[in-house]
């Protein structure tokens, strides 16, 4: 005879076992509620918020405490509410191997200075592997979430709301969102993107060009700021970017990534655009070796600002490039949420970072003269 599955139990049942664990313990921790319960730590959560509500348990970071009548948790017997254990913060990234390492080490820097420790995980530019990966971050009873979800997808507002009802902190990371039937802003930390454009249109404008074009991998969530950018300061600057070449290319993966790259040289010359903005480093190379392999010198007939600055200060001749401040983000997205754990009613803060452009090689006047590196 097959064995009945166990139940979880019911939400009364399970507040009351709750209440009774701290009767007896003092403190409860979200993690060890999850493994005797067998529910999830979103559940544990919420338990402990209406059993807040009702004024008989006092949240702390990680779990509960039982209210003591001074207004303080009752300390558990490693001398505090968690236990002498950092608070643990989940950070979920798409890529662990482009772009996100460096803001990886600002946020585990500033994690260390807050006494908190980052529990990271990758996802792939999928929705579905993202809500994977957070439940699994939230299983491990993570106290905070630093996210990089896919926005614009299919999806994307059910998942930003989903996390927006979270009880712990989230921070929204390289993405903007809003959430819920008013579009509440989410917390979040975010490159000026439209800046970084705007600092290559003018670097190139200031060397003489009055013909800048744009090359944007349009898969990225930054190309639509960078576009905006560029778009908005070549208007500024007087310049027509509908004459320029103003190329769209698909994703690194795409089968036609190359050949898109391919027409880069020619409608350059065809629309005597002397000068691009392209997005992002593979890109940007790509296009300097195709206009090398046409004969046309890199800086003296074409120069190329990149952006991201990830590689291309190796490229010979070392690339201009707008550098995205990887390292603050991160560090930004720590101190939100360390500041979120310490005052929960706080206002909702957006973040917005300028990146940098680091000049070299690629960059000159029409037709000679190199700008000077800076």
Not at 316 to 328: E, G, L, Y
Request: include cysteine.
């Amino acid at each position: 005879m097959t064995a009945p599955i166990p139940r979880a139990p019911l939400p009364v049942t399970r507040r009351t076992q709750l209440l009774e664990t701290l009767q007896r313990d003092g403190t409860v921790r979200v993690s060890d509620l999850v493994a005797t319960l067998g529910v999830s730590p979103i559940t544990i959560r919420r338990d402990i918020a209406q059993l807040a509500a009702e004024g008989l348990v006092t949240r702390v970071h990680g779990g509960a405490a039982l209210v003591d009548p001074s207004g303080a948790a009752e300390p558990d017997a490693g001398g505090g509410a968690t236990g002498g254990e950092p608070r643990q913060v989940g950070m979920l990234v798409p890529s662990l191997d482009y772009y996100w390492p460096g803001v990886v080490r600002g946020a585990e820097e500033a994690a260390r200075s807050h006494d908190l420790r980052v529990v990271l995980r990758g996802s792939s530019y999928d929705l579905d592997d993202d809500r994977r990966q957070l439940d699994r971050l939230l299983d491990l009873g993570v106290d905070a979430l630093m996210v990089a979800p896919r926005i614009g997808a299919p999806g994307a507002a059910e998942l930003l709301t989903w996390l927006r009802d979270l009880d712990i902190p989230v921070v929204l990371v390289e993405r903007t969102g809003t959430a819920g039937d008013h579009e509440e802003e989410m917390e979040s930390v975010v490159t000026d993107h439209a800046l970084g454009a705007a600092m290559a249109v003018r670097h190139l404008h200031s060397l003489g060009h009055t013909r800048i074009g744009l090359v944007a991998n349009d898969q990225s969530p930054h190309a639509r700021a960078i576009r905006q950018g560029w778009l908005a300061t070549s208007a500024e600057l007087g310049l027509d970017p509908a004459t320029v070449v103003d190329l769209s290319v698909p994703d690194k993966a795409d089968p036609t990534w190359d050949s898109v790259l391919d027409r880069a040289p020619q409608a350059c010359l065809d629309t005597g655009t002397t000068a691009l903005l392209v997005h992002a480093d593979p890109e940007a190379i790509s296009v300097a070796q195709k206009s090398e392999a046409r004969g046309m010198k890199v800086p003296q007939d074409l120069s190329i600002v990149a952006y991201d600055d990830e590689v291309v200060s190796l490229f010979s001749p070392p690339m201009t490039a707008v550098r995205p401040p990887r390292r603050s983000v991160g560090r930004s997205a720590v101190e939100l949420v360390a500041a979120r754990l310490a005052d929960p009613g706080r206002p909702t803060h957006r973040v917005l970072i300028s990146p940098s452009l680091r000049v070299r090689g690629t960059s000159a006047a029409p037709g000679g003269r190199t700008a000077r590196p800076v």
